[in-house]
């Protein structure tokens, strides 16, 4: 990245901090640390990060509510929101993404994982290329490019549908999210067109022959996301 990248850890556990912060300084970031939601708040304003890693349970206010507060920020409305957390019910994580979370990463953490899911969401950040590309970053074996609607897989390009290859870009636009079926339709189909749940199922479907049935994972009852 050509400019360093300011990353904020929220942790109410010291040594998860001080393990964090050792393992992201050596990769070349910016790293300042909070204990808590409150103090998280007031060092998001001095610090201004690109990133911000914060654990959900913590007394006081968690990392969902501090997300909230980030969010509501119009200077930091590209700040990249990552959750830590130790529980893994979907429920958490559907709050966590519906509160503006742009990743979810579960303890116990697995540091090259954690690390790879750290730079590929500060790909995202405004300041570091993707607003300026018209490319993602490639995901898995998959490179999607916006532009030319072209999707190429291990060097072959695909031939997708037109609507095969938004609902593509839209689970690549945030990977790892879950992306519920209501906001499918709505940001796929629009208001404008009727179209029944089958229609989802089925463009998933089509996706997964012709990406890779390993891609794309279901939440049931919820919707679709694409692995990374």
């Known amino acids: 990245m050509s400019n360093q990248a300011r990353i904020l850890i929220v942790d109410d556990e010291e040594d998860i901090l001080e393990l964090l912060k050792y393992n992201l300084q050596r990769e070349g970031y910016a790293i300042d640390t909070a204990l ?39 200077e930091f409305k590209n700040t990249v929101n990552l959750f830590l957390t130790a529980r893994s019910e979907s429920f958490t994580q559907m709050s966590a993404y519906d509160t503006g979370g742009d990743d979810f ?32 970053p490639p995901i898995r074996n998959l490179e999607i490019n916006l532009e030319k609607f072209k999707v190429v897989k291990e060097g072959n390009e695909i031939q997708l549908a037109k609507k095969e290859f938004e609902l593509l870009a839209l689970l690549a636009s945030k990977p790892g999210k879950v992306f519920k079926r209501e906001e499918i339709m709505s940001r796929i189909w629009g208001n404008e067109v009727i179209v029944g749940d089958r229609t989802i199922d089925v463009h998933i479907r089509k996706l997964r022959e012709k990406i890779g049935e390993d891609n794309i994972s279901t939440m049931k009852g919820v919707g679709y996301k694409l692995d990374f």
Request: charged share 25%; glycine share 4%.
């Open 36 to 74: 808590d939601g409150v103090s998280a708040l007031q060092k998001i304003q001095e610090f201004k990060p690109h990133l911000v890693i914060l654990d959900i349970m913590m007394p006081g206010m968690d990392g969902i509510e501090v997300c909230e507060k980030i969010r509501a920020m119009e």
């Open 105 to 136: 990463v579960n303890k116990p953490i697995k540091l090259n994982v954690f690390k790879s899911r750290i730079k590929a969401n500060l790909r995202r950040h405004p300041e570091f290329l993707l607003v300026h590309t018209s490319t993602y």
